[in-house]
């Protein structure tokens, strides 16, 4: 497989949470089910090891982010010997240099292809120094990079350190995550400036999934008209209703071949966009996203609970009812029948 060429096609690209059982034990059985579904609904790649996957799995009181990312990587290599296709496994990278680098070698070692490096542990490190770890770690894995939004943990990286970032030859692609339509454009025009048409555009914001996906954006780089298209995601979202995302991506790219834009598309996104605000507890500050995440997969039987390795995560007051809420408002965004058909078989 073509790394770069995979990538630049456009995939939806799930952020894999985490299965732990009431005791806060991690199930392995529930893990295994939840990379089936994924795999069954069309995905392009995974991503494990990232926030919905929780940080805390690196922490030594748990030892789990060696477990998680092994036994994604064989489930993932398992099915995919019955049915062969393209697909990609990204492993997040977290922490300070000497980490990231033993994560990412971890990572290449267990097969992933590319690593999501997280950037949160240099809050207040200057530019020159986040350039110099992203090149550290780019030369020992494949980087996507990873423009996390400041309540997420994340800091704000302006036009600068995106077009610098754009320079790492060993960059295949960028995940854009910072909520914020301005910084998102600082992103894209650094890409397009830079002259790289090489690396994949891919958006994390959650809350404006389906525009990110139609929107041309086109720059004037030294006196030439440049677009670049924003080509899949790599989403928290995308962890639930899978299937059906896979099937709007589909129905986005063939739309996007048209020069009439269906207004029936803006009434599409504020759909998946009221979906979001459930599931991530927009609300209250995105406190209860990654719970937001589990109680969907609970309802359809994926997981066996909404515990957290964070004694302190859990679904905000009301959330529970949002959710009740969109399902019912929007079931065709939904995967409620095809787990339901599949679901016994991911669990055995």
């Not at 939806?12 to 059982?21: N, Y």
């Not at 069309?42 to 998680?68: C, M, N, Y």
């Not at 530019?127 to 990873?146: K, N, Q, Y």
């Not at 709007?248 to 598309?265: G, M, P, S």
Request: charged residues 20%.
């Amino acid at each position: 497989m073509n790394l770069r060429h995979h990538l630049l096609e456009g995939h939806v690209i799930p952020a894999q949470p985490l299965a732990l059982d009431p005791n806060r034990r991690f199930s392995e059985r529930h893990q295994r089910a939840i990379t089936r579904y994924y795999l069954d609904a069309g995905v392009g790649g995974l991503a494990v090891g990232v926030h919905s996957t929780q940080f805390e799995i690196r922490e030594p009181q748990h030892g789990l982010f060696k477990p998680v990312l092994e036994l994604a990587a064989r489930t993932i290599d398992e099915e995919l010997a019955k049915a062969p296709r393209p697909f990609i496994k990204i492993s997040g990278i977290c922490g300070r240099t000497e980490q990231a680098i033993c994560e990412a070698e971890l990572a290449r070692s267990l097969g992933y292809q590319a690593g999501l490096t997280s950037l949160a542990a240099f809050k207040n490190d200057s530019e020159d120094a986040l350039i110099a770890h992203c090149r550290s770690v780019a030369e020992t894995i494949p980087v996507v990079g990873f423009y996390l939004q400041p309540a997420a943990g994340g800091r704000l990286l302006g036009y600068s350190f995106w077009r610098r970032f754009s320079e790492i030859p060993n960059v295949v692609a960028i995940k854009l995550a910072p909520f914020n339509r301005y910084q998102s454009i600082d992103v894209v025009r650094a890409v397009a400036e830079s002259g790289r048409d090489d690396i994949a555009l891919y958006t994390g914001n959650d809350d404006s999934i389906v525009v990110d996906l139609f929107t041309p954006f086109t720059f004037d780089c030294s006196g030439k008209r440049v677009t670049r298209r924003i080509v899949g995601g790599l989403l928290g979202h995308w962890g639930v209703w899978t299937r059906s995302a896979v099937e709007l991506l589909n129905e986005i790219k063939q739309a996007r071949t048209v020069t009439t834009l269906d207004a029936k598309w803006l009434a599409r996104a504020i759909a998946v966009t009221d979906m979001n605000a459930a599931l991530f507890d927009a609300a209250n500050g995105f406190r209860g996203c990654i719970p937001g995440i589990l109680e969907v997969l609970r309802r359809g039987g994926l997981v066996p609970s909404l515990n957290c390795l964070n004694l302190h995560e859990a679904l905000s007051p009301g959330q529970a009812e949002e959710l009740t809420r969109v399902c019912r408002a929007y079931p065709e965004l939904t995967d409620h029948e095809f787990v339901a058909a599949n679901r016994d078989r991911w669990l055995s």
